[in-house]
């Protein structure tokens, strides 16, 4: 299992279309991927349960991997919070 | 028999009924015979719903319709959701039947949407909701309609047009529309308009009266259907619609032509609009100008307050469609029944008299100045006019100039391009503002009277509300009273008045108007040669008497009815 802390940088947050961005990218891992916010424990691979947890622009979370690819998988999810969930 | 209901989008409609229906047979409680089977069973409804929702997303893109293409293509990224079709999937294998175990998950979905209190997350709800219903329909195998594919002289009769079902109607093959919920701005409302098909929307039991193959006449100008017509009513009808459509070739004379009273006095005719893209309609249908644009589009369904950039675009585009005519712009009305989730208004008792339009914008000048700059910049090309909201106080407006000089000495100093001598107006929608008119006058470039909050905040009644809506009227010789009071003040300051509320249109109302001296009549775009045409109608004499008698009488009733008679004499003179 690996994960990372980090905080959400674009303006919409976790909604429609970032948390769409996520999932698509997430699913070809077979790794499980959970986000950790604000005390929710959130499947990544989720769309409904991502848009369900509300997680806004500068929220705290943590990304959880845990499989075969479980790096492979934290990564990817890491760089695209970083860079903005395909944001413009 | 007549079934009647909301008259949506006018003209005659006579044609045989194909229900549609959009919802799904009652669920059985029947556990499945075999689990995997019904597991399979599940997965082909699947496929087959996503695969008809792509085909209708790519239709709509075909159609220039690319905001419903997407909300369509995020229903199939959310319902491929592998969380929560394995939610689904092991509720089949625990024994419940494949529509039951949808029914289920997806309703704790939408229960967990709801349940957040965030205003976004929230109207996700109702894609579920959809989704949910179509998935369950696709299980009990009933078909989507293809709307294209219907003969001609069909009447469509269902619950509410939805944006999957409105691919493909067309004027040719669909006589008139008619449905069970929806009001004259719903979705099917508007559609039925830009389409000219006759459309009577919010029919009660109309599922239960109407059955495939019915002979129906929709009458969108009354709001009524009439079931198994006779042959008179037919031959009534047939005589209607084409009066109809001779009325309509008659107003068609008065397009490109000047808006006049029958002796020729001058007036205007400009378009309300809601958005840039309808200035170019309003324009096509022969508005002088616009007399109201409402900016709420620009700061409505997104995550936050539109930058300057953004506001300045819009507005230049409009105020380019018009060239020199004139565009008034009003600034932000939010509060009352409007709601922009991120502005984080609180909620209130009594939103109506609460912290709404100009009195929010005052304690949020960031946001307001924002506005105010775009709209200056945008009054470089062409002929801009800036509108306030709810005004109840002299300060207010001064108020408002003094940030207005504000933004133009920063403006300057940027070096950016606008007029200096931009004209700045407001809405007299306020008792308050009616009694203030003569001092309000000296501040103002021009009045735009808002008879539809007027005649609400005036009579103190909400037209929503059934039990009180009979005194939310403009015929009230108080509200006649209150609108001649802003028109003489107007011009007794050398101002110009006009009005953007519905009464303006109002062919009984017209004559009054005239009287009084309204310059500017603001209608919606589809009422513009309607209304250059009932102006045409009467002198100044014959406006001044009419108007004398109907502000003797004190009730309404009898001041509508005498209205009334009188335009219907002179039309069918």
Redesign the interface.
Known sequence: MVSKQLKVTN??GF??RPA?VF??AM?KYKSDVTINFNGLTV?G?????L??A?IKFGSEIEVVCSGEDEQAALDEAVSMIESGLGEE | MILKGIAASEGIGIGTVRVVITTPKEISTAAPEDTEQEVARFNDALEGFCADTETMAAELEQAASEKEAGILR?HI??I?????LQQITDEIRKGLNAESATDRILNS?IE??RA?G?Q??ME?ATD?ADIKTRLIMHLQGIEDVDLAKVPAGTVIVTEDLTPSMTVGITKDSVAGIVTASGGYTSHSAILSRALEIPAVLSVQNLLDSVHDGDTVIVDGTEGSVILSPTDEEIEKYTKKAEEFQEMKLRLEAFRGKPSVTGDGELREIVANIGTPADGVIAKDDDAEGVGLLRTEFLYMNR??APLEEEQYEAYKKVVQTFGDKPVIIRTLDIGGDKEIPYLNLPKEDNPFLGYRAIRFCLNNHDLFQAQLRALLRASAYGNLRIMIPMITRVEEVREVKKLRDRCIEDLTREGKHFNPDTPIGIMVETPAACMMADRLAAEVDFFSIGTNDLTGYTMCADRGNSQVADLYTAYDPAVLRSIKRICSCAHNAGIPVGMCGEAASDPALIPVLLAFGLDEFSVSHEKVLSTRYNMSLWTRVEADHIARHALARDSAANIKRYLKDKVKRRISR
């Open positions: 303006s919409q909604h429609m769409t999932v698509n699913a499947n691979k989720s769309l409904m349960n848009i369900a509300c | 995020g990224q959310l491929r959701d592998p969380f929560v979905v967990m949407f957040t965030d976004l997350t996700r579920i995550p936050s």
